[in-house]
């Protein structure tokens, strides 16, 4: 956590690094050179050197958004995506934390206006990042009733702290159908939300513009007054 002219800096992405574990099933990142320093000097006056990196990956490793496309061929990509879902927004924070049931229903946004904002679900479930249990198939999610609500009242993005905005045995993903299919983006494997206040606070999530790809790592980030 950091200090802003306005306000705390929390960050809320995972760290990359080389083959972690973001999904089961999907393999790690690898992580390397290109150019290493060694090999730079060559190229460069005396004392000059530079390094430059190479990644491999798939598209969701860390924390993630996803866009309409990730969803439906003919929605928005990475770089449709307008800029303002998904930059200095006004966020919400929903904690479930506590909660004995796993999925998230919609009566937990009773009394909240979602409209516009950034509607981040704290659940809890990033205490198991990084190890076996954090894609155990009994882990929280958003229940269609809930993904439903949303998708009708729009808000700017969804985000979640948990493995999989979707119940993952369920092969239909009604939250992320209906959510994408409305256009609102989502974030997967959010962390530190714990550090968040109800409300107050702005968020910032934007990726990479990639054409033609619908998922791509974000550092997401929160400041709070």
């Given at each position: 956590?950091?200090?802003?002219?306005?306000?705390?800096?929390?960050?809320?992405?995972?760290?990359?690094?080389?083959?972690?574990?973001?999904?089961?099933?999907?393999?790690?990142?690898?992580?390397?050179?290109?150019?290493?320093?060694?090999?730079?000097?060559?190229?460069?006056?005396p004392g000059t050197e530079f390094?430059?990196?190479?990644?491999?990956?798939?598209?969701?490793?860390?924390?993630?958004?996803?866009?309409?496309?990730?969803?439906?061929?003919?929605?928005?990509?990475?770089?449709?995506?307008?800029?303002?879902?998904?930059?200095?927004?006004?966020?919400?924070?929903?904690?479930?934390?506590?909660?004995?049931?796993?999925?998230?229903?919609?009566?937990?946004?009773?009394?909240?206006?979602?409209?516009?904002?950034?509607?981040?679900?704290?659940?809890?479930?990033?205490?198991?990042?990084?190890?076996?249990?954090?894609?155990?198939?009994?882990?929280?999610?958003?229940?269609?009733?809930?993904?439903?609500?949303?998708?009708?009242?729009?808000?700017?993005?969804?985000?979640?702290?948990?493995?999989?905005i979707d119940d993952m045995a369920?092969?239909?993903?009604?939250?992320?159908?209906?959510?994408?299919?409305?256009?609102?983006?989502?974030?997967?494997?959010?962390?530190?939300?714990?550090?968040?206040?109800?409300?107050?606070?702005?968020?910032?999530?934007a990726p990479v513009a990639v054409?033609?790809?619908?998922?791509?790592?974000?550092?997401?980030?929160?400041?709070?007054?």
């Amino acid at each position: 956590m950091t200090s802003h002219p306005r306000g705390r800096v929390v960050d809320l992405s995972h760290v990359v690094r080389h083959g972690m574990l973001t999904h089961p099933g999907l393999p790690g990142p690898e992580i390397g050179d290109f150019l290493t320093r060694e090999d730079s000097r060559d190229r460069y006056a005396p004392g000059t050197e530079f390094h430059i990196g190479r990644i491999t990956m798939v598209a969701n490793t860390g924390t993630y958004l996803d866009t309409p496309f990730h969803r439906l061929a003919d929605g928005e990509d990475l770089a449709q995506v307008d800029l303002s879902r998904l930059v200095d927004l006004p966020g919400l924070l929903i904690d479930v934390s506590g909660s004995p049931r796993r999925g998230i229903g919609a009566d937990v946004f009773e009394g909240h206006d979602v409209t516009g904002r950034a509607v981040l679900l704290r659940t809890g479930w990033d205490r198991h990042w990084g190890g076996p249990s954090y894609g155990d198939p009994d882990h929280p999610f958003l229940a269609a009733d809930a993904a439903a609500l949303l998708a009708d009242r729009r808000p700017a993005v969804v985000g979640i702290d948990s493995v999989n905005i979707d119940d993952m045995a369920d092969g239909l993903r009604p939250a992320h159908t209906a959510l994408l299919t409305a256009g609102v983006p989502i974030i997967e494997h959010l962390r530190g939300l714990d550090r968040l206040p109800p409300t107050g606070f702005r968020l910032h999530a934007a990726p990479v513009a990639v054409s033609g790809m619908g998922t791509f790592p974000i550092r997401a980030y929160a400041l709070v007054p």
